[in-house]
Structure formats: C-alpha cells, structure tokens
C-alpha cells in the first residue's frame, strides 16, 4: 500500500518531460492515469525516484481526424474515448472496448497511452491497435518516430519504446466506412483482466469478405496480430470452413500462462471462442 519515496515532476511540454527523462535515466517513470504504474508502486515492484507527471502537456490531449488518419493524444482518458461522437462513428470498436475496461473510476483517470505504452499482456487496447494497422508517435531527444502496433510488443512489460522517449500519439487509418468490428472478450468480473479476448475488423462486399484483420489479448506473454486466421477469411463468404479455420489458425499462435483464469489449454479454447463471435458479430456489423 505505502509506494517508496520520490521526486514530483510536472513539465508542460513534451521537450521538457524528454529532458528530464535524459537527465533521471532509469531512475525516472512517466505518469499517465496511474491506474497501472502507482498500483505497482504501491506493491514495490516499481520504486522509481523521480516521477515525471504528463497531465500538464496540454498537446497530449484529444481525439481528431488528420487526413486518413485517426489521432489520438496519448493523455486522452478511456472516459473520453468512451465518449467520443468521433469515434462512435469512425471507428466503433475503440469505444466498445474501452467500455470492457476497468471500470468508471479507473476510466476517469486511466490514458489510453498508458495502456498501450505499458506493455502488459492484460491491457486491451494493444490489440485493437494492432488489429487497426495503428502506429503509436514515440517523441525522444532525436525527433519523433513511429512505431506499428504490430511490432511494438516484445514480451512482457518490454516494448520498442525507448527509456528517453514519450508516447505522444497514436495514429489509426481512418477503417473504411461501412467495416464490422467487434471486441469480445472473456472475464471472470468487471475489471478484471481477459482471461482471453479477440478484436475483428472486416469489410464484406456482396457477401464476400474483402478483408479482414485479427488480434488476441492476454494469451501470450504480449498481445497478438493474428495474420493468418485473418487471412482465412479473406475472399470467402464467412462461412464455417473458413470460421472454423481462423479459429484453429488462431488458437495455434496463442501460449497463455495459466494463472486464477484458468489452465492454458482452456484460455486457448476461449480464445477460440472469442474469435468465433467476434467474427459473427463484425460481419452482421458491417455493411
Ligand atoms: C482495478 C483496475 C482494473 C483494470 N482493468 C483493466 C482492464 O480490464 N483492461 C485494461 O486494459 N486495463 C485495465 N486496467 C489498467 C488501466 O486501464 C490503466 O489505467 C492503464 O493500463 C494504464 O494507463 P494509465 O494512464 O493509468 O498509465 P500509468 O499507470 O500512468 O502508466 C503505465 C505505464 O505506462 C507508461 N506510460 C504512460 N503513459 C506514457 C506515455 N505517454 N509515454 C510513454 N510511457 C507512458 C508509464 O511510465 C508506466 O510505465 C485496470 C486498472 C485497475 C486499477
């Protein structure tokens, strides 16, 4: 309950949090929401000494449309993506899934930057970014880069994001109008983390599936861009041999733990099942 002690920082731009971060080195942690790092300080298994607190960067904050592109500042609450008219209409799934996470309070508070950039396995909206082509802007000492959603992850609580560097945006490809999409996922109570969980995003034209993109949550040691049981779908009619095989497709990549959400062998099966419904649900959502 009692987190280590530290130094309170609070810069208002993005060079200045940089700056900091250069000088404090692996000494210093960023704070979004803090719904996932003080948790953490709390138990000791983060004890940074200096804390470097983003809520004061103004440009970090809000949801617009650039271009084809969706962007969304790494400081935007799950509260505000929740409730966002943009992307209701845009991009539907980001909403739905951002209903599925935590609760109202950690909503308030929780960013979605922080839960892409923290890199656990649990976290939601990794998966949907990666089944949404995203790419999260990382701004270091050097300028900004961008990195895909889909090469992001590296294991668990380790990512592409470099010590001196600051998530500031992600950036979605506007999905076409008229696309399916569908979170589901699996758990044992509000707030808790998936036991498994899969994002679908598919176009369907004359009945017959243009595209299709997959992603898996919490059965790996990182979330999971499921290339091929997408590309199963693709040029069919979405019917079950070619459900079917997506859902095998799936299930083979996946290498859950098993923990109090169950043995592995059945996180895998209900990552399956996941996908069975999620696909059903974006097909009837699309058109
Ligand atoms: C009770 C409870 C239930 C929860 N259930 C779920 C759930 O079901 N699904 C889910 O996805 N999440 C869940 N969460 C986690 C919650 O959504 C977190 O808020 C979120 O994962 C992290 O966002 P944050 O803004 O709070 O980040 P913080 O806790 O402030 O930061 C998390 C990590 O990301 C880093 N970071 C944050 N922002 C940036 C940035 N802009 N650039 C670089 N690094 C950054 C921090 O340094 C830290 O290492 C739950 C949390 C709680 C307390």
Same mark, same amino acid.
Do not use: W
């Given at each position: 309950? #009692? +987190?280590?002690?530290?130094?309170?920082?609070?810069?208002?731009?993005?060079?200045?949090?940089?700056?900091?971060?250069?000088?404090?080195?692996? %000494?210093?942690?960023? $704070?979004?929401?803090?719904?996932? &790092?003080?948790?953490?300080?709390?138990?000791?298994?983060?004890?940074?000494?200096? #804390?470097?607190?983003?809520?004061?960067?103004?440009?970090?904050?809000?949801?617009?449309?650039?271009?084809? %592109?969706?962007?969304?500042?790494?400081?935007?609450?799950?509260?505000?993506?929740?409730?966002?008219? $943009?992307?209701?209409?845009?991009? +539907?799934?980001?909403?739905?899934?951002?209903?599925?996470?935590?609760?109202?309070?950690?909503?308030?508070?929780?960013?979605?930057?922080?839960?892409?950039?923290?890199?656990?396995?649990?976290?939601?909206?990794?998966?949907?970014?990666?089944?949404?082509?995203?790419?999260?802007?990382?701004?270091?000492?050097?300028?900004?880069?961008?990195?895909?959603?889909?090469?992001?992850? %590296?294991?668990?609580?380790?990512?592409?994001?470099?010590?001196?560097?600051?998530?500031?945006?992600?950036?979605?490809?506007?999905?076409?109008?008229?696309?399916?999409?569908?979170?589901?996922?699996?758990?044992?109570?509000?707030?808790?983390?998936?036991?498994?969980?899969?994002?679908?995003? $598919?176009?369907?034209?004359?009945?017959?599936?243009?595209?299709?993109?997959?992603?898996?949550?919490?059965?790996?040691?990182?979330?999971?861009?499921?290339?091929?049981?997408?590309?199963? &779908?693709?040029?069919?009619? $979405?019917?079950?041999?070619?459900?079917?095989?997506?859902?095998?497709?799936?299930?083979?990549?996946?290498? +859950?733990?098993?923990?109090?959400?169950?043995?592995?062998?059945?996180?895998?099966?209900?990552?399956?099942?996941?996908?069975?419904?999620?696909?059903?649900?974006?097909?009837?959502?699309?058109?």
């Amino acid at each position: 309950m #009692i +987190p280590g002690s530290f130094e309170y920082h609070r810069p208002e731009s993005v060079d200045g949090a940089i700056a900091l971060l250069n000088e404090h080195g692996d %000494e210093a942690r960023l $704070l979004a929401g803090g719904h996932s &790092l003080i948790p953490m300080m709390k138990l000791r298994m983060a004890v940074p000494s200096h #804390i470097v607190d983003l809520q004061a960067i103004d440009s970090l904050h809000g949801i617009s449309e650039d271009g084809g %592109e969706l962007v969304i500042g790494a400081l935007t609450t799950q509260h505000e993506v929740l409730i966002s008219d $943009l992307l209701a209409r845009k991009c +539907p799934i980001i909403p739905e899934a951002a209903a599925l996470i935590a609760d109202p309070q950690v909503r308030y508070c929780g960013t979605i930057g922080g839960n892409v950039a923290n890199g656990d396995p649990g976290n939601d909206m990794p998966a949907i970014m990666q089944a949404l082509g995203a790419r999260f802007r990382a701004v270091g000492p050097n300028g900004s880069r961008d990195i895909a959603a889909r090469d992001y992850y %590296e294991a668990a609580y380790f990512t592409e994001l470099e010590e001196n560097e600051v998530l500031t945006q992600i950036r979605i490809p506007t999905p076409a109008a008229g696309h399916g999409a569908a979170y589901e996922k699996q758990k044992r109570k509000i707030g808790d983390y998936a036991t498994a969980a899969a994002a679908v995003i $598919l176009t369907v034209e004359s009945g017959r599936c243009t595209s299709a993109s997959i992603a898996l949550t919490n059965v790996a040691s990182t979330p999971l861009y499921a290339e091929a049981a997408a590309g199963a &779908l693709v040029g069919t009619d $979405l019917g079950a041999d070619a459900v079917d095989t997506a859902v095998r497709l799936a299930e083979e990549i996946t290498e +859950p733990t098993s923990d109090g959400r169950g043995p592995a062998d059945f996180r895998t099966h209900v990552a399956g099942i996941m996908v069975r419904r999620a696909i059903a649900r974006a097909q009837k959502n699309a058109g």
